[in-house]
C-alpha cells in the first residue's frame, strides 16, 4: 500500500521543485537586468562626461592659441562648477515633484527621492549632470576670445543651475518625480536636440550678443575669417564628441537592452551624412572641401539626430543628418553676418538642435501627423522664447557686476596671458616674442 503513494509523492516534489526554480531563474534574470540597466546608464555617463575633452579640443582648434589655456579652463569649470550648481539647485528644479508642469519644487541636494532607490538616484544624478554640463560648455566656444572668465563662470553656474533645468523640467521631467508641460502635449526629444542643444545654442547667441565680436573679425562690416590655430586639435576633439555621443543617445534609454542598437547606428549614420554634406558644399560654394566645415558638420548630423535617434529608421537618419551638414554651411554664414560666433556653435547646436527635433515629428516612424509635428514646433520655439530672453537678461546683469569683456589690447595679448598668467605653448611662444623683439632692434638700429 504504501508503494503506490511513492510515485505521485515523487511527482509532486519534482513539480515543486522544478516551480521553486523556474521563480528564482526568474528573480535572477530580474536582478541581471536591473544590474545591467545601472552598468549601461553609468558607462553612457561617462562617455558623455568625456565629450567635455572633446568640447575642449574643439574649441581649442577652431580658436588661436594665445587662447587656449582659457578654453580648458571654461571646460573644466562648465563641468567642476556646473555640476555643483546642477546637484544643489538645477536636479530638483528638473525633476523633482513638478508645480502644474513648469518646474520643480523638491528633491534639491538629492533630497525627497520619492519611490527611486538611492542607488539609482545617483546613478541617474550622474546621468543628467554631465547632460546640463553639455549645455554649458555649448557657450564657451561661441564666446571664446574675448570673454572675462570670471563672468563667463557666473553664467555657466546659473545656465546649468537655473536656465537648462526649467526647460527640461517641461521635456522630461517625468523621468524621475516630475512632469512636463512639453511632455505631456507628446514632445519628442529623446536625447536632447532641444532640451540640451538647442538651449546651449541659444544661450551663446544670447551671450554673443553681449559680449560683442572679437577685435578684427568685422572690416566695414563685412566678417573677416580669424582662423584657429589646430585643426588636428579641433579634429581629435570632434572624433572624441562622436564617441561620446553614442553614450549621449544611447544611454538615454537607462535600460541595458536591445533598443540601444538602432539609436547608435542611427547616431553613426547621421554623423557620416552631415559630414559628407558639408563637405560637398564647401566644395561646390569654393572649390575646396573645407576641413572646418566638414568636422562641424559632423556635429551637425549627431544634434540633427539625437532627438529622433530612437523613432527614425536608418535611411530617415541619414536624411536628417545630410540636411543638418547642410544647414550648418548655410546657417552659419547668414549668422556670421551678425553675429561672431568663433566656432559656430548657434549654428550646429541651436539651429541644428531645431531641425533635429522638427526631424523626429517629419520621419517619425510611426507614421507622419501634422498634429506631431506642431508639437514639435511647439517645443522648439519654446525652447528659443524661454532660453535666449532669460540668458539675455542674465548676460546683462552679469555685465553690470562684472564686466563681461576684456578691453581690446588685454585681447589682442590673448586671454591666456591675462586671465590665467600662463601659455599652451611657452616654448613657441618665448621664440615668437624674441624674434619680434630681434626685428624691433634690428628696425631701431
Known amino acids: ?230 585643426l588636428p586639435t579641433a579634429a581629435l576633439g570632434v572624433f572624441i564628441l562622436w564617441l561620446g555621443w553614442f553614450g549621449f543617445n544611447a544611454g538615454s534609454t537607462t535600460t541595458g537592452d536591445t533598443s540601444i542598437a538602432l539609436i547608435a547606428l542611427n547616431t553613426f549614420l547621421a554623423a557620416g551624412a552631415g559630414a559628407t554634406m558639408a563637405m560637398i558644399v564647401t566644395w561646390i560654394k569654393t572649390g575646396k572641401p573645407d576641413g572646418e566645415f566638414t568636422l562641424n558638420g559632423v556635429l551637425a548630423g549627431l544634434v540633427g539626430i539625437t532627438a529622433g535617434c530612437a523613432n527614425l529608421t536608418p535611411g530617415f537618419a541619414i536624411l536628417a543628418g545630410a540636411i543638418a551638414g547642410v544647414i550648418s554651411y548655410f546657417s552659419y554664414k547668414f549668422i556670421e553676418k551678425y553675429v561672431d560666433d568663433a566656432v559656430g556653435a548657434i549654428t550646429v547646436h541651436g539651429v541644428c538642435g531645431a531641425w533635429g527635433t522638427l526631424a523626429a515629428g517629419l520621419f517619425d516612424s510611426a507614421g507622419f501627423s501634422w498634429s506631431v509635428v506642431g508639437v514639435q514646433a511647439i517645443g522648439i520655439a519654446a525652447a528659443f522664447l524661454w532660453t535666449f530672453p532669460v540668458s539675455y537678461i542674465v548676460f546683462k546683469t552679469i555685465d553690470k557686476f562684472i564686466p563681461l569683456r576684456v578691453n581690446g589690447e588685454l585681447e589682442e595679448m590673448g586671454l591666456d596671458l591675462h586671465e590665467h598668467d600662463a601659455s599652451a605653448y611657452p616654448e613657441f611662444g618665448d621664440s615668437v616674442l624674441k624674434k619680434l623683439e630681434t626685428e624691433e632692434e634690428n628696425a631701431l638700429a
Open 1 to 230: 500500500m504504501k508503494n503506490r503513494y511513492k510515485l505521485p509523492t515523487l511527482l509532486l516534489v519534482l513539480f515543486a521543485t522544478e516551480a521553486v526554480n523556474a521563480q528564482d531563474a526568474a528573480l535572477s534574470a530580474e536582478t541581471v537586468q536591473v544590474n545591467l540597466n545601472y552598468v549601461w546608464t553609468i558607462i553612457a555617463a561617462c562617455l558623455v562626461f568625456f565629450m567635455q575633452a572633446g568640447f575642449a579640443l574643439v574649441e581649442t582648434g577652431f580658436t588661436r592659441a594665445k587662447n587656449a589655456v582659457n578654453i580648458i579652463m571654461k571646460n573644466v569649470m562648465d563641468v567642476s562648477a556646473g555640476s555643483l550648481a546642477f546637484f544643489a539647485l538645477g536636479f530638483g528644479l528638473m525633476f523633482g515633484t513638478t508645480a502644474a508642469g513648469w518646474i520643480g519644487t523638491d528633491g534639491f541636494f538629492l533630497s525627497e527621492m520619492g519611490e527611486w532607490s538611492t542607488e539609482w538616484t545617483y546613478t541617474f544624478f550622474f546621468f543628467q549632470a554631465v547632460f546640463a554640463a553639455t549645455a554649458a560648455t555649448i557657450v564657451s566656444g561661441a564666446v571664446a576670445e574675448r570673454t572675462s572668465f570670471s563672468a563667463y563662470i557666473t553664467f555657466s553656474i546659473l545656465i546649468t543651475g537655473i536656465i537648462y533645468p526649467i526647460f527640461g523640467s517641461w521635456a522630461w521631467g517625468s523621468l524621475y518625480n516630475g512632469s512636463g508641460w512639453l511632455e505631456s502635449l507628446g514632445f519628442i526629444d529623446f536625447a536632447g536636440s532641444t532640451v540640451v542643444h538647442s538651449v546651449g545654442g541659444w544661450a551663446a547667441l544670447a551671450g554673443v550678443m553681449v559680449v560683442g565680436p572679437r577685435v578684427g573679425k568685422y572690416i566695414n562690416g563685412k566678417p573677416q575669417a580669424i582662423k584657429g590655430h589646430s
